[in-house]
């Protein structure tokens, strides 16, 4: 993936900014073939202005003398290359509707801001936020993709397990998003199976109320039953009997203060459907989880399924679902949403790393380090009181 530089030289009451892309195995290449010409072209050169012939000046070679001029030659041709071919200053300026310019404004401002970051924090924190948004929307993500399989099979699974370390931002992203409200779709469908019959739904007039009440409670109960899981019982028929949508999104601190309204919202929807959301912190986990042998069963399980750490910048970004029987996992693969069924060995895999990871949160409920409802509720995050969670009349 390129690196973008930037040069700043300052010139009398005024700064001037070149920007440029630097690709160093390209770059290098091309350096190296052009320097080969230019060292060819300078030897020439010097047969042509001496008056020895082509014999002599091949007896006399000296070798340390051409290596000297093929580095300088090779740098030349790694700068005629940086500064002339990468350079996307023209870009920016022949951009339309006026991104070009509003990128470069933006460039500007925002190297103003690093130069005093302690002075500046809350506004890296706002633009922070913003250039995560618009990520969201660039090319650097999935476009919208309704009649994807993965979205669609959502519709014919029972139940769903999923682990996530995706950037807050990314739900912004419009096939992401569709997969997540497809997923509440989902939740409800089930959880309409298990009560039927019904005669309607109604919501929980607020956080107080038993029936809300009973599914926060729930959590803990759910990560005990999760810790449990062996070869006989195990997530086919946790998820088969509980028909349920569980998911555990390992974040960082900052994250959730840098997103705080993205981290609300996925409360409120998964809060009203009846979802489980557990927001685990990352360096617990960590810390937690570096030594495990869980850890490394579940290493082995992501290189089975061809799931790309570094194609998803280090992040895990899963889901597994119960679907006819079978276990499907479904992850990104490049620019699409994938899914295929898990053998038995993958299963076992995934099977012992859920039980770990629940039986270490189970264990440490209640302490703030863990999870992150007592930061949600110290640090006053909004929380949807009024038709907070569906219920089922009978």
């Not at 599914?215 to 088969?240: G, P, V």
């Not at 399980?301 to 799931?307: A, P, V």
Request: include cysteine.
């Amino acid at each position: 993936m390129d690196d973008t530089g930037t040069k700043k030289p300052t010139v009398k009451g005024d700064e001037k900014f070149f920007i440029f892309k630097l690709n160093i195995l390209k770059d290098v290449v091309w350096a190296i073939i052009i320097g080969f010409f230019i060292s060819i072209v300078f030897s020439i050169y010097k047969l042509y202005v001496t008056d020895k012939d082509l014999i002599e000046l091949i007896k006399n070679f000296n070798l340390i003398n051409y290596l000297g001029t093929y580095l300088i030659s090779f740098s030349v041709g790694f700068l005629i290359k940086v500064f002339l071919f990468n350079c996307v200053n023209s870009k920016i300026y022949n951009a339309k509707y006026g991104i070009g310019n509003g990128f470069f404004n933006l460039l500007i401002n925002l190297l103003k801001d690093l130069e005093r970051p302690n002075e500046n924090e809350n506004k890296l924190k706002e633009t922070a936020y913003f250039l995560n948004i618009n990520n969201a929307r660039t090319g650097h993500m999935l476009q919208f993709n309704p009649d994807n399989d993965s979205i669609n099979m959502l519709h014919k699974v029972k139940g769903m397990i999923s682990i996530t370390q995706a950037e807050p931002s990314e739900w912004l992203n419009p096939t992401y998003n569709f997969f997540l409200v497809n997923n509440y779709i989902a939740t409800l469908a089930q959880s309409i199976k298990t009560h039927s019959p019904i005669t309607g739904i109604n919501f929980s007039a607020n956080r107080s109320e038993s029936h809300f009440v009973e599914f926060e409670k729930k959590k803990k109960s759910i990560l005990l039953e999760l810790s449990q899981l062996n070869y006989t019982t195990n997530i086919i028929s946790f998820l088969n009997d509980n028909r349920i949508f569980v998911r555990f999104y390992i974040i960082k601190e900052e994250e959730i203060e840098n997103n705080r309204s993205i981290i609300e919202t996925l409360i409120a929807g998964h809060d009203l459907f009846g979802s489980y959301l557990y927001f685990i912190n990352q360096k617990v986990y960590d810390d937690l989880m570096k030594n495990h042998i869980a850890k490394r069963r579940f290493e082995t399980f992501l290189k089975s399924i061809n799931y790309d750490l570094k194609e998803n910048k280090d992040k895990i970004d899963l889901a597994v679902a119960l679907h006819d029987e079978n276990l499907e996992v479904i992850y990104r693969k490049q620019d699409d949403l994938v899914s295929r069924n898990l053998n038995e060995s993958e299963l076992s895999e995934f099977n012992d790393f859920i039980s770990s990871l629940c039986g270490l949160l189970h264990n440490n409920f209640e302490q703030p380090t863990h999870l992150f409802d007592s930061y949600f509720i110290a640090n006053n995050y909004t929380k949807n009181d009024r038709f907070c969670h569906i219920l089922y009349e009978k």
